[in-house]
């Protein structure tokens, strides 16, 4: 976390652990007066708006276990395992590498700049980024360390607890389903977070026919979520114009974002509401 007021940038001082443990040891040594820190793209969104940096630094940029990317066989399953260090526009150029979905998110994130030094531990980590609704939908794991093991947790119990441990990686299944989408809404002003953000993920069959449905969402200073009401009520059923009025509703209901000084949390429903039921409406 960066505070107001705590110190100027060029009194920062920098810490360069090689491993987890003594990274996890400086964090415990320095309290808050230290901060993580990877690409520092959101940090450096924090001093243009004139918080102070803390006055220390501990960098993630030396461990190697936070580095590259391979394809992992997880309880007999096929993953793509990748580093938390891995800047986002690897995501975007490599496209054989990674799942479309994850392509198409990264593409969507920020100006080249940004992408280029931002990583995928980052975006996760602050609890609001744009990549977080389509690595739900896809249904992904962590590695984290706490300071005494690494363990694995699926993202979405990561993000709903909180949770201050470092991310090492992120394992993504390589998924079958036929039909994704991903779609933001963003503000004018630059370094602003989404109104709206969605991403899906679904099997359509001959007869118009919906299966292994996933639907995640997000908005500004909301937390993002998975709509599992929603697609429960989307799973086996056929895309009538009187289904897809349901699922429409459904998605307002469940939906709860909060109004902020941009959009009202009824704009931001009606906006994800739309999208979705006409993405899975479009096939």
Known sequence: MIRQGTTSLIDTEVWMPTSL??????????????????????MQTHWAKGFYAPSHLISLDGIKEMKGWGKELVNGESYTRLGAAIPLDFCRQNKELIHP????????????????????????????????????????????????SVQHQPIYDYIKSNN???????????????????????????????VVTVAGTFHLHEKREISAV????????????????????????????????????????????????YSTATYKKSVAANWIVSEIARG
């Open 214 to 261: 996933r639907l995640a969402v997000s908005g500004s200073t909301t937390q993002p979520q998975r709509l599992y009401q929603s697609e429960k009520l989307l799973e086996g059923s056929s895309l009538t114009n009187d289904q897809l009025q349901k699922i429409f509703e459904k998605i307002e209901e469940e939906f709860t974002p909060s109004t902020d000084s």
């Open 21 to 42: 443990a003594e990274a996890w040891g400086l964090m415990e040594k320095l309290g808050e007066t230290a901060s993580f820190i990877a690409g520092g793209t959101l």
């Open 164 to 194: 201050q441990s470092l991310i090492i990686s992120a394992y993504v299944p390589d998924d079958p389903t036929n039909r994704f989408f991903y779609k933001k809404l963003c503000h004018r002003e630059a370094f602003t977070p989404s």
């Open 101 to 148: 979905l994850l392509v198409e998110a990264a593409r969507n994130i920020a100006a080249p700049a940004v992408r280029n030094r931002a990583t995928i531990g980052g975006n996760i980590a602050n609890g609001f980024g744009d990549l977080i609704p389509a690595l739900l939908v896809l249904e992904a794991d962590l590695s984290v360390y706490d300071g005494n």
